[in-house]
């Protein structure tokens, strides 16, 4: 076999492999095969894709904005407070509260962004926020709130890690 034969079988082995697979795909997708639902949980390995996938746009494309100097102030996390309480306690809970039906609703669950364990990495928190995430229930909130709004949310949420009830009421209460 000439080696011009050997390219030319290679080649059309790839093609074929590659067609095949774009009609596996096809097939996968109309097939309805896979559960949708909010009440089921992700396959194993679709919940990894998913997080592996939201975890390298987040870092390639979040924490390049630059947070105020002004940042944790306490007037900045108090706001920060009262927002996270109207708008975000829904579907992330918050201290000494059972979560609200809609949070238990949603699949995958939104994480306890006020858990002791959590990072919250203001640049990067502002850009979730901000951009939201697809296929997920988090809305992007730049789309109805000014970026000062939204840093102040990133404070109180980087200072909110591990509060107390008592702390979280004494910090959304307006002075």
């Known amino acids: 076999m000439s080696t011009r034969s050997r390219i030319a079988t290679v080649v059309a082995t790839a093609v074929a492999l590659l067609v095949l697979s774009i009609a596996a795909g096809f097939a996968f997708i109309y097939s309805g095969i896979y559960n ?3 009440s089921s949980k992700d396959n194993p390995i679709v919940a990894w894709m998913l997080h592996r996938t939201y975890e390298a746009s987040l870092h390639r494309y979040g924490g390049k904005d630059v947070a105020p100097a002004d940042l944790m102030s306490l007037e900045n996390i108090r ?40 990072r919250n990495n203001p640049p990067l928190m502002f850009w979730v926020i901000k951009h939201g995430v697809n296929m997920t229930a988090m809305p992007a909130f730049g789309k109805t709130q000014s970026d000062d709004t939204i840093w102040q949310l990133t404070a109180f949420l980087y200072k909110g890690r591990g509060i107390t009830k008592d702390q979280y009421d004494a910090l959304k209460v307006a002075n």
């Not at 609200?100 to 959590?118: F, K, M, N």
């Open 79 to 118: 706001a920060g407070a009262r927002l996270y309480d109207s708008t975000c306690a829904l579907c992330h809970g918050a201290p000494g509260q059972p979560l609200s039906p809609v949070g238990q609703g949603i699949q995958p669950s939104a994480p306890s962004l006020l858990a002791a364990t959590r």
């Open 36 to 38: 949708v639902s909010a």
